[in-house]
């Protein structure tokens, strides 16, 4: 019997590719043009769209977490959380692992992500660390 392939074993970086990114500017546009629409007052449209990003970001974790089976059962702990959202989720996210996982030297249960970003201003180079 062969066996199927589901959507948790489709590689993350290819089903990013599935859609094109003009596709999904247009619906996206069209998702916020239809809210706007139907929003009696700014808070009203924050609250919807905030809704409906939340909804889709659960989602993709809820993806990217069944996909990365490797730690899935220790998710429930901060470090191995910190480290998926600073390796996995981040690659999804921006095509790349954070630079740095850092905990806090003042508290004990502060941890930083940083992540180096290189930026043209005037013909000079700037970097910011720590976002």
Known sequence: ????????DRDI???RADVSLS?????????VQQIQREAES????EGQLEQIGYGVGVKVLELLAAR???N???KHKLVPCLRFVSTTLWRYLFGKDADRLEKS?????EYYIHEQVSCARDGRKCRAKGL
């Open 72 to 74: 899935f059962r220790h």
């Open 1 to 8: 019997m062969e066996h199927r392939r589901s959507i948790f």
């Open 23 to 31: 596709a999904f500017g247009f619906l996206f546009s069209e998702l």
């Open 13 to 15: 970086s290819r089903s």
């Open 68 to 70: 990365d089976r490797r």
């Open 105 to 109: 030297s003042e508290h004990d249960n």
């Open 42 to 45: 700014i808070n009203d449209l």
